[in-house]
């Protein structure tokens, strides 16, 4: 394969840049896409997002996040990953609020399943019976973490509107291709359209969830809109943003970044303080806008999960399957 990516592909910026140097770029990168003090929950006037039905979602009480200290509107919606539109966290919010429509929006759901076809996203809302308020924990594979209130509903109902037949062992979610508006596409070394995938009883687990919002507003397009994946416990690269099709099957997929770099990462990508990535540590995080003094933090296993998942990986090289 052809890596003739720039170095942000191959690490994260705060273990190639300077911590002094990383700082002061990454206020830069806020100051120009936001206007400093620009702060409070907010669309800015520029940006676009879609999947309008359920506003405002209740919070479910059994996932309310209360021992958890929330991130920042505005690093949520302004430090992110979403290479297809650019490799820097500033540059999508930027270039995926400049003309990029997402609204409205189809999904496709295919495969082994009674009940295929494509849905309106606003429809297929409607269909599982609307949207409730999460707030969970976001671990990048690159070691830094959030706290994320999403709006959404979770996976298992719309795998239950489906009715996946008995063969299907596995669930893959494809993102948009759109190389017109979406300027990283226009690198095809990555191999687009973005694809992840989970075993189907983890895409059961009570804790599997497709976001529309977050923040009680609809996904800024930035942010994955109109529909991303969510899996709290595994590493943020599973869960697909702008998702476009839905497809039950019998084998699993093989998913963009085990495609680009299977020694680094691989299908399950759950969030283990004991298997480090080949090039750093996993015991440990940077919060994102946790400061100088609470910077950082112990990686918890499974993402702080492992009551609601660990069964799922019984028995399991971990290590193996990482
Ligand atoms: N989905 C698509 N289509 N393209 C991407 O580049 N990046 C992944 C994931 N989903 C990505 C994607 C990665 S590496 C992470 S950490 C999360 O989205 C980031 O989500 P956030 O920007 O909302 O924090």
Not at 183 to 195: L, R
Request: charged fraction near 20%; proline fraction near 5%.
């Amino acid at each position: 394969m052809n890596l003739k990516f720039n170095k942000n592909w191959q690490l994260s910026e705060s273990l190639v840049t300077p911590e002094k140097e990383y700082r002061s770029r990454t206020r830069r990168d806020f100051i120009k896409t936001l206007g400093f003090g620009a702060a409070g929950a907010l669309l800015l006037p520029n940006q676009s997002s879609a999947a309008t039905e359920g506003f405002p979602s209740k919070l479910n009480p059994n996932y309310s996040g209360k021992e958890l200290k929330v991130t920042p509107f505005n690093y949520v919606t302004s430090y992110n990953n979403f290479y297809e539109f650019g490799m820097d966290k500033g540059d999508p919010v930027t270039n995926s609020n400049q003309g990029w429509k997402t609204d409205p929006w189809t999904v496709e759901i295919r495969g082994l399943a009674r009940n295929t076809g494509k849905f309106d996203v606003n429809a297929l809302v409607r269909k599982v019976g609307g949207i409730e308020q999460r707030v969970y924990r976001h671990r990048c594979v690159e070691a830094w973490s959030m706290v994320i209130p999403w709006d959404g509903f979770q996976l298992s109902k719309l795998i239950a509107l489906a009715e996946p037949t008995a063969d299907a062992k596995y669930i893959t979610f494809t993102s948009f291709e759109d190389s017109k508006n979406a300027v990283g596409q226009q690198d095809s070394n990555f191999g687009w359209p973005y694809i992840e995938g989970l075993r189907l009883d983890e895409a059961q687990n009570e804790l599997a969830f497709m976001a529309t919002g977050v923040f009680g507003k609809p996904l800024p397009n930035q942010n994955g809109a109109p529909l991303r994946l969510v899996t709290p416990w595994k590493y943020g690269f599973k869960g697909a943003k702008s998702i476009v099709l839905i497809e039950f099957t019998q084998e699993a997929p093989l998913n963009t970044w085990q495609r680009i770099r299977s020694e680094e990462y691989g299908f399950y990508a759950n969030v283990n303080p004991k298997v480090d990535h080949p090039r750093w540590s996993q015991g440990s995080e940077r919060v994102i806008g946790g400061g100088v003094f609470n910077g950082r933090q112990s990686t918890l296993m499974f993402n702080g999960y492992e009551r609601q998942v660990a069964s799922l990986y019984k028995g399991m090289d971990l290590k193996r399957y990482y």
